[in-house]
């Protein structure tokens, strides 16, 4: 039957395929942008595995938006700004090696927000519960089992592995969100670059009372090594919610064994040796296996679907950045598509994902592979990549966003060096009204956001008379008369004069600034809009 005619169980704007840490946040960005979206995951549940440790400012900033953050600070552990990576015999045995852990994504000057070592099984509960409460469609224990695109949407079969019914679904657009193994990539033919597979691991995650011993060790990580087990050992700290967890990768050989060749039995006496303690009780919880690589998906985007987070790009977790990468893909995405869905932009919107992200992520994993062989290889002090950089300090160089007359190609830099350039984060500058402490970053999220000097009223009539042509929600702010500029750093900050003004996409991004005021105001913001919009 042709898919156009074929009826369907439910139509929706968007449905996002894996309900994981990257599904379940771009379902919440999407809601922010009043846009429906149905999420399926095949598991029963959110997270059992921890996974993540890390989540870097530029994601709080972002979960900041969305209303995330409180939640995820009452819960957090304690945070350290100062923690050390070691190379032990074991944790209570000799020390070969201790390094300072480069923390500057987690800890930055310029942020209104700070990092969080919340790990993603208690993390995901908390995402789930705002998408519920932002009314996404959240079908757990549900798989997609096939899917065909046309020119104006997709078909997808669901099961519900629950009950084995099926429905068919018909989506605007469709989301790979489906991790680094991701079927939906493998379907369209979308083939990857990049190192490919570094290592197996074997994760086993158990409970043992060793926390005052790793608090001695004062460490984000350590690295063990005696003649019974070789492997990367992490705490997970205990919250409210959960118990200290902790875990211990070990390589394995894919070819010679499986997950099923590490029963309690082996596991437990291989965790003993790493702790140095041989009868120390521990309560193995889960073992997982995974693959370290590096690599990137060769298009982003066919036609109505896109791949996000380990679907799009896998990188060694050196850096912790994984996640947070998915995570600002999925920021990027969702105010596209939203903005074409509610005819706010052409089309062509949507190709700029690719084209922004794309670059960022093969720029990310090479850096992120970079970082895993310097830790491996050098003293701290011969590291050379900065994570705040590749997290928070990139540049798009080409797409939704005006460019200016820059010759170089720099991609990174640390963030403020940017001074407002478009295609950049918009930077953090505090701000106060009536008293109250806010940050320029607190302005967006959902709207495009102009912001005008102290001196720039006349931008402030071309915005009311633009926005109203292209019919845009456009949220404008005067700094240095609505708000207070706290610290006189707004201008400087975005590199306008206090003539000048700067637009703000809605996922923080520098679109467009003049920094003067123009000879025809109205004309210049509408041809800004025009070239972000394709319009
Ligand atoms: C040991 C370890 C430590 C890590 N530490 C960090 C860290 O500190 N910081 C960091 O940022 N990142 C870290 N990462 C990486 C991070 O866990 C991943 O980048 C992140 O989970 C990716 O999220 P995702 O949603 O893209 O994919 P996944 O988490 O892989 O989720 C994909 C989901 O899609 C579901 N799915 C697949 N196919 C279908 C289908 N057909 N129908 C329905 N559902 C489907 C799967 O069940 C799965 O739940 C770590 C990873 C590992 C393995």
Not at 41 to 66: C, K, M, Q, Y
Not at 269 to 278: D, E, K, Q, Y
Not at 354 to 369: H, S
Request: proline share 5%.
């Amino acid at each position: 039957m042709n898919n156009k005619v074929q009826s369907h169980d439910k139509t929706i704007p968007v449905l996002i395929v894996g309900g994981s840490l990257v599904g379940l946040s771009l379902s919440l960005l999407l809601a922010r942008q009043g846009i429906s979206s149905m999420v399926v995951e095949r598991h029963p549940n959110t997270a059992i595995h921890p996974r993540v440790a890390g989540l870097t400012a530029r994601t709080l900033e972002i979960f900041r938006s969305l209303g995330v953050e409180a939640d995820i600070r009452n819960v957090e552990p304690p945070f350290s700004k100062e923690s050390k990576v070691f190379q032990a015999e074991s944790l209570v045995g000799e020390v070969f090696n201790q390094t300072i852990e480069e923390m500057s994504a987690f800890f930055p000057d310029d942020s209104p927000a700070k990092g969080s070592c919340i790990a993603q099984d208690i993390l995901e509960p908390i995402l789930r519960k705002h998408a519920q409460q932002n009314g996404v469609d959240l079908r757990y224990h549900t798989e997609m089992t096939s899917f065909k695109q046309d020119q104006d949407g997709v078909s997808a079969t669901i099961r519900n592995r629950s009950n084995n019914t099926t429905q068919q679904i018909r989506a605007n657009f469709m989301i790979a969100a489906d991790g680094g193994k991701s079927g939906i990539r493998k379907q369209l033919g979308i083939e990857q670059h990049g190192a490919g597979t570094i290592m197996h691991n074997m994760s086993m995650v158990f409970e043992s009372d060793i926390a005052e011993l790793f608090a001695k060790r004062n460490a984000v990580m350590g690295f063990v090594r005696n003649e019974k087990v070789m492997g990367a050992f992490v705490p997970y700290p205990g919250t409210s919610v959960r118990s200290n967890l902790y875990r211990i990768d070990i390589w394995y050989d894919p070819s010679k064994e499986s997950i099923a060749d590490y029963p309690e039995s082996r596991c437990i006496p291989l965790i003993r040796a790493a702790i140095g303690i041989p009868d120390i009780p521990v309560k193995l919880k889960t073992v997982l296996s995974w693959e370290m690589a590096a690599r990137v998906s060769d298009r982003f985007q066919e036609k109505r679907i896109f791949l996000v987070g380990d679907a799009a790009r896998v990188q060694p977790p050196a850096g912790a950045l994984g996640g947070n990468t998915g995570i600002a893909e999925a920021q990027n995405l969702a105010w596209k598509l939203a903005a074409v869905l509610r005819g706010d932009a052409n089309y062509g919107l949507l190709n700029t994902y690719e084209a922004e992200r794309l670059p960022i992520a093969d720029l990310t994993v090479k850096q992120t592979t970079a970082l895993s062989q310097q830790r491996a290889t050098e003293e701290i002090d011969q590291i050379t990549v900065n994570t705040l950089m590749i997290n928070m300090g990139y540049r798009y160089l080409e797409g939704a966003f005006v460019p200016e007359d820059k010759p170089d190609t720099t991609q990174i830099k640390l963030p403020n060096e940017w001074r407002g350039l478009p295609g950049t984060r918009a930077p953090h500058v505090a701000l106060e009204q009536n008293g109250k402490q806010a940050s320029t970053l607190d302005l967006f999220g959902t709207n495009f956001v102009l912001m005008v000097g102290s001196d720039g009223e006349n931008w402030i009539h071309a915005a009311n008379k633009v926005a109203k042509k292209f019919n845009l929600a456009l949220s404008v702010h005067h700094i240095g008369a609505e708000f207070t500029d706290k610290d006189g750093q707004f201008c400087s900050s975005y590199g306008i004069k206090t003539t000048g003004a700067v637009l703000v996409r809605p996922d923080g991004i520098v679109g467009w600034r003049n920094s003067d005021m123009a000879d025809n105001p109205i004309q210049s913001l509408e041809s800004a809009l025009s070239i972000i919009l394709f319009k």
